[in-house]
């Protein structure tokens, strides 16, 4: 079983940037692939990123190439979305998500962090 964390959302004015943290706990980073997700008010959630370190593999969806940035840290077994330049459209729930390598369904959710950018 695994726990995600998430903290760090907030209100930020039109370019500004946030750190969003994810703590995971009950397995290691290396062994899962990792996620971050948000919703809009009235809109599906939908795909921010992946990362996958144990193949080095990370993806970003289109609206956020540039803009956000996926890590870890090991020691401390989270996972930050480093979030720059952020624009009214950004605004979301964003959600922390976990799946084993061997799995492709996201098994593991976080609870969410309401992330606001006002214009």
């Known amino acids: 079983q695994v726990q995600l964390v998430e903290s760090g959302g907030g209100l930020v004015q039109a370019g500004g940037s946030l750190r969003l943290s994810c703590a995971a706990s009950g397995r290691t980073l290396s062994s899962l692939v990792m996620g971050w997700f948000r919703q809009a008010p009235g809109k599906e959630r939908e795909f921010v990123v992946t990362a996958a370190w144990s193949s080095g593999t990370t993806n970003y969806a289109d609206s956020v190439k540039g803009r956000f940035t996926i890590s870890r840290d090991n020691p401390k077994n989270t996972v930050y979305l480093q979030m720059n330049s952020l624009k009214p459209e950004d605004t979301a729930v964003y959600y922390c998500?976990?799946?084993?390598?061997?799995?492709?369904?996201?098994?593991?959710w976080g609870q969410g962090t309401q992330v606001t950018v006002s214009s």
């Open positions: 998500t976990a799946r084993p390598l061997s799995s492709g369904l996201w098994d593991y």
